[in-house]
């Protein structure tokens, strides 16, 4: 009895301590212990959700994620296996008593497959290469998944043999390919994706497509398992057709391949009705441009009778399913900077079912985020706000979304994040509306003003919103006012706002992000002699223009930019994808309009002190883009410095230290210039 009073007394006086716990602001190494979910799948019959939890490995700077189990109630929360290797894509069978999953460790990745009741493990493949787009076959016999098949360079030289143990350079790489690089990855093998089938008891994979043509994207079975729906692109002139794809079909015995849909344009992910009759697909019709919404369509199942279904609506449709009873379609799509869950019938008739899809990724707040629905229509997606990334919601019976899963409460339950408030306003140069967010310092004071910080989102043909930002609060815990707008060329505010910059980029986006600016300090919420700004990207862009438009910053950071349209086009890794739906014509073909619209086209007129950072395996905005900045602005004596991230491609952030990194190197520079 002694000892149990003796608890008690403890354990109330524990928990008066942490009543009274002081709160701290969001730390750097608080990005490692951040944890989120991904990828829901809901059993069948609604009792159970396994998903990815993923995580950062501090000792090995890299991203790590395991599959969970958990069931509908948020009870009975557990690891799906023993095994601590990378797990992921995993897809339950269709009576929902196995579920096939994908395993990476240092020697590849294979096939593997976990049974409910019994909770045994086994392999089911030996594969030369990483298993992707996993489709159970309708019967729960066969798994359908796509793979990489290596082929032979164009060109094979045969050295003299070497002497032994001399150490000669590595051989060269040679390619006659369009894509041959991508940031990221590097060099890409030569070779092409095909489709395989393997039965669900393990076995040797089948390869069923062929020829030399891409088959990626996801998979959908017939009802009778005999022929898979699929989207490539297997024109002739494919490499330079590189906008186009259509859906097809493939016998799974006789391999035979037939085109379903030939609009010019990306017709893909492909879904076949629960009764075989119908088959729903994304796409649209390309008038290459900067930006197109993506349309559901409906179409029988051999190709006739095609439909626009989403027609009506003014944003783009991602990420569909059908429902049980093949009335109608789920899907995904962002309104103002917010990811919802909808439900739209075959005759186009929407319904929004979530709100706050996301927070998947975890350094700045862009949409993300997946779902899943059982038989019955109960939905689990993973929810976001700015004060969490993705957890596990359920929505039942159409009541409100419950969160079953609190990932971070070991760490955030402890801080004091930056609030996040949503702002509207004008644009100076045709009245539109205009959205953005701004993040308060955390203990933020209402009879002070603060320096302002301008966060400029990448793309541009993207969307930020209220969602979780690793970044943000940074940057707003060091005291800044953060602002992150949507200037015209932001998804989500429907096509026409998005298409503004066809031809005309950075055009007024430009006003649009100062007219935010303006509207900050008119409200007395910033200091105006105390203004920054930074952004990578199209956010670095953005960044370049403005510092090259005025000087009223007192410092900027110019993360990842293109400065020079000309030299960006014809080098980066996709290259051959800007002309004409960027700007008219190649650079050599329309060479003014290319300068014009580079910022280094303004470097003279910058005055502002300028970081200019950049990964150093950057092939998406190659490094020789920041370097034309600093270089020029060195040759200026305007106070500049240059970072090189090592090893970093475009996502510098994709390593946890990188993402402290960077942050660091922001808030140090502006630092300097703090009056």
């Not at 998903?51 to 950062?56: A, E, I, L, S």
């Not at 143990?165 to 040679?174: E, N, S, T």
């Not at 066809?502 to 935010?516: A, C, F, R, S, T």
């Not at 800007?578 to 580079?598: C, D, H, L, M, V």
């Amino acid at each position: 009895m002694k000892r149990i009073l003796i608890f008690t007394l403890f354990f109330i006086g524990f928990q008066n301590v942490s009543s009274q716990e002081k709160k701290t602001a969001f730390q750097p190494l608080d990005v490692f212990s951040l944890e989120w979910a991904s990828d829901p799948q809901i059993s069948p019959d609604a009792s159970q959700i396994i998903y990815r939890r993923n995580g950062f490995d501090i000792m090995k700077d890299n991203s790590r994620g395991n599959l969970w189990i958990i069931n509908t109630d948020g009870s009975f929360h557990r690891k799906l296996t023993s095994r601590e290797v990378s797990e992921s894509q995993a897809k339950w069978s269709p009576n929902g008593d196995r579920i096939a999953f994908v395993s990476s460790t240092d020697e590849g990745a294979e096939l593997y497959m976990y049974w409910v009741k019994t909770g045994q493990i086994a392999k089911l493949s030996q594969l030369e290469m990483s298993p992707g787009n996993l489709s159970w076959s309708p019967d729960g016999k066969q798994i359908a998944f796509t793979m990489f098949i290596s082929k032979k360079a164009p060109v094979i030289i045969k050295m003299p043999k070497k002497p032994k143990g001399a150490v000669w350079a590595k051989p060269a790489r040679i390619t006659d390919r369009l894509k041959h690089e991508a940031d990221g990855r590097g060099y890409m093998q030569p070779g092409f994706t095909h489709i395989f089938i393997i039965p669900a008891e393990g076995g040797t994979p089948r390869q069923i497509t062929s020829d030399n043509y891409n088959h990626g994207g996801s998979l959908s079975f017939s009802t009778t398992g005999r022929e898979i729906y699929f989207s490539a692109n297997r024109v002739e002139d494919w490499e330079y057709d590189f906008r186009n794809s259509e859906v097809y079909k493939v016998h799974t015995e006789t391999k035979v391949i037939t085109a379903l849909t030939s609009q010019k344009g990306p017709d893909y992910a492909p879904k076949a009705s629960p009764n075989g009759k119908l088959i729903a697909f994304l796409g649209f019709k390309d008038k290459v441009q900067a930006h197109q919404n993506t349309i559901l369509y409906i179409m029988n199942s051999d190709g006739t009778n095609r439909k626009v279904i989403s027609g009506d609506f003014d944003n783009s449709i991602s990420n569909i399913s059908w429902d049980s009873e093949g009335k109608g379609l789920y899907c995904t799509y962002d309104e103002k900077g917010n990811s919802k869950v909808a439900h739209i019938s075959k005759n186009g008739k929407l319904t929004k079912l979530a709100d706050n899809l996301g927070g998947t990724t975890i350094g700045r707040p862009y949409a993300s985020g997946s779902y899943s629905v059982a038989n019955n229509g109960t939905l689990v997606y993973t929810k976001s706000r700015p004060e969490y990334p993705a957890e596990l919601a359920v929505i039942q019976h159409k009541k409100a979304s419950i969160l079953i899963t609190n990932l971070n409460q070991d760490v955030l339950n402890h801080r004091e994040l930056g609030k996040t408030e949503t702002v509207w306003y004008k644009s100076s140069y045709d009245g539109r509306d205009i959205q953005g967010w701004i993040v308060k310092p955390p203990f933020y004071d209402a009879l002070k003003k603060y320096p302002l910080l301008v966060e400029n989102h990448g793309g541009p043909i993207l969307n930020y919103g209220d969602r979780f930002s690793a970044e943000i609060q940074l940057y707003a815990a060091d005291g800044y006012v953060v602002f992150y707008p949507n200037p015209r060329g932001s998804t989500s505010y429907g096509e026409e706002f998005a298409n503004l910059l066809y031809n005309n980029y950075p055009g007024q986006d430009y006003n649009d992000v100062m007219d935010g600016v303006d509207y900050l300090v008119k409200k007395g919420v910033v200091d105006n002699e105390k203004l920054y700004v930074t952004g990578g990207s199209a956010g670095g862009i953005m960044t370049a223009w403005m510092i090259g438009k005025n000087n009223r910053f007192k410092a900027a950071v110019v993360v990842k930019p293109v400065m020079n349209w000309i030299s960006k086009t014809l080098v980066a890794d996709n290259y051959f994808g800007y002309a004409n739906s960027r700007y008219i014509g190649q650079p050599w073909e329309n060479f003014e309009t290319y300068w014009k619209f580079s910022p280094i086209s303004l470097v003279g007129n910058i005055e502002t002190p300028t970081m200019v950072m950049v990964g150093m395996n950057d092939l998406r905005t190659p490094p020789s883009e920041a370097k034309q900045l600093y270089h020029a602005l060195k040759l200026r004596k305007i106070k500049t410095v240059l970072v090189e991230i090592p090893g970093a491609s475009h996502g510098i952030a994709r390593k946890p230290s990188n993402l402290i990194s960077k942050v660091a190197h922001t808030l140090a520079w502006l630092r300097k210039y703090h009056n």
